[in-house]
């Protein structure tokens, strides 16, 4: 990855070498400046959905390299990815909560593979229409899966919790809703229960989670504060 130098004379003690040779890979603050009042414009227009994302992008990549305004937003990318950087470096809490964010993305990609089974989970079509049918209904499929999951867990915890039991919040943390053991491909489907009513659920789960739950560091005021 890349880091930016705020100015040219920018120069760290520690870690200058990761900004690559001095004098190179500096932000454009004067182009940020000059382009400040069109990039709030896009700002708010993604925000209050007068424009998508892709149709902006789209727009801007047209001439890019002659669009100030694709160029302001660039550079503005530059800095907080750099600052972003700079602040998973420096903090170790943040490395791990980055690291666990990253097991879970890989965990469900996982699990939602092995519930696309069929045809060793390819899809061989070349309509994109059913393609994109193929990949919906397995991410409803996935999901639908999870909440059941989801549900016996948060019923066994009150089963536990009926009987004596003190639920330790950092133990319901390793527990995953991606298991897969008591799930039968190949088994037997039961229908006769599609046409039951199931039973309102209850969200709420007597556990206290606060402890587990960390704020995230301040934002750096500036590149010296945050190497």
């Known amino acids: 990855m890349t880091f930016y130098r705020p100015t040219k004379r920018a120069e760290y003690v520690h870690i200058d070498a990761l900004f690559g040779e001095p004098g190179r890979n500096v932000i454009d603050f004067d182009l940020i400046e000059s382009q400040f009042r069109h990039l709030v414009r896009v700002a708010v227009s993604v925000r209050e959905g007068a424009i998508s994302s892709t149709l902006l992008l789209r727009r801007l990549r047209a001439g890019s390299r002659k669009n100030a305004t694709y160029t302001a937003l660039r550079e503005v990318g530059r800095i907080i990815r750099t600052v972003q950087l700079l602040r998973y470096l420096s903090d170790a809490p943040l490395r791990r909560r980055v690291t666990a964010a990253t ?43 999870i909440f059941h999951n989801t549900l016996d867990i948060a019923e066994i915890v009150r089963q536990l919790q009926e009987e004596g039991y003190i639920i330790d919040p950092e133990d319901l943390a390793y527990i995953s809703p991606y298991s897969t053991e008591h799930i039968r491909r190949f088994g037997e489907y039961s229908t006769h229960e599609l046409g039951i009513q199931p039973e309102a659920y209850g969200p709420h789960l007597d556990v206290d989670f606060s402890p587990l739950r960390g704020n995230d560091p301040p934002a750096p005021d500036g590149y010296g504060q945050a190497a």
């Open 103 to 145: 097991n879970k993305v890989e965990a469900f990609n996982g699990f939602s593979q092995w519930i696309g089974f069929g045809n060793g989970g390819v899809i061989t079509d070349k309509d994109p229409v059913e393609q994109e049918k193929t990949v919906k209904f397995n991410a409803l499929l996935t999901n639908a899966v």
